[in-house]
C-alpha cells in the first residue's frame, strides 16, 4: 500500500509540474491599408514625412526659424487639382501664436474654400506617376523684441480637390 501512495504521489507531482510550465498568450497586430482608386484624386506625402511631427528648428542668433519642407505626390485622373488650407496656420503657445505661410509648389494656399488655387493642371497631374510639388510652411517673421519664449505647436490642414473639367 505505501508504494502506491508514493506512486500516486509522483503521478500528480509529474502532471502539476507540467501544468506549471503551460502558458497561453495573445498577440495582435492591427494592418492597415489604403489603395487609391486610379482615376481618382491621391495626394502623397513622399516618404511619409507627414506622419510625424516636423520642427521649426530655432535659430537664436538669426531669431528666425527654419521651414518645415516635404514632397508631395500629386495626381489626379479627374482633372486639376486645386487646394486650400482650412484653417488658419499658426504655432500657438499659451496665449501667444506666430503665424506661418503655407505654399505647395511656390503657391501661397489661401484660407477658405472660397478661392482655392490650382497646385496642379489636369495634364501634369494625370497620368500614372502624377507631379512632385514641395510643400512649404514659412513662419511669420519675428516681431519687435523678437518671439516669445515658448514650446509652440501647430497643425496645418489642407484641402485638395479634383473636378472634372
Known sequence: MKMKIHSLFAAALVLSSGAAFAATTDLQV?????IPVSNG????DVGGWALTPQAMVYNRDADTLAPVKGPLRIRSGI??????????PKLVSAGDSIDMVVSIGGITL??????????ASAVAAG??????????????????GGYLPGNYTGRVHMVFDSVAP
Open 79 to 88: 482633372g486639376a487639382v486645386t487646394a486650400h488650407l482650412s484653417t488658419a
Open 127 to 144: 497620368g500614372a506617376t502624377g507631379v512632385d510639388k514641395e510643400f512649404l510652411a514659412t513662419a511669420a517673421a519675428a516681431p519687435t
Open 30 to 34: 492591427d494592418v492597415l491599408a489604403t
Open 110 to 119: 489661401p484660407l477658405g474654400g472660397v478661392t482655392p488655387v490650382e497646385i
Open 41 to 44: 484624386l491621391d495626394i502623397e
